[in-house]
């Protein structure tokens, strides 16, 4: 059974940092790339960053860009996800997903519909 575990959320004023873990089991976590996405009520899952198997490609959403940063520890079977400079906008439920290495990410790794397992999520709260 695949399980995807995130920590790392909470409650932080404009201007934190928060680091987010997404652990990972019951599946050979190097095959596959790893993502994160974001979810506010009432709202689509929006693509916050993505990184490949082997960690030397990343893209990012552009509500990340310059002040997120994804990581992963192949190792560890873990992915990260270290988040500056945080808004009130920022304030969402954040789930991280694995999509397996055999498709192409290159011009769709921003669509949720690429990633084959997905966590529960943690909840983010930036006040002002």
């Known amino acids: 059974q695949v399980l995807l575990t995130e920590s790392g959320g909470g409650l932080v004023q404009a201007g934190d940092s928060l680091r987010l873990s997404c652990a990972a089991s019951?599946?050979?976590?190097?095959?596959?790339?790893m993502a994160w996405f974001r979810q506010t009520p009432g709202k689509a899952r929006e693509f916050v960053a993505f990184i490949s198997w082997s960690p030397s490609i990343t893209y990012y959403g552009d509500s990340a860009k310059e002040r997120f940063t994804v990581s992963r520890d192949n190792t560890k079977a873990t992915a990260y996800l270290e988040m500056n400079d945080l808004k009130p906008e920022d304030t969402a439920v954040y789930y991280c997903a694995a999509g397996s290495m055999l498709r192409s990410y290159t011009t769709n790794y921003f669509s949720d519909r690429q990633y084959d397992f997905w966590g529960r999520g943690t909840q983010v709260s930036v006040s002002s």
């Open positions: 019951g599946l050979i976590f190097g095959n596959y790339a």
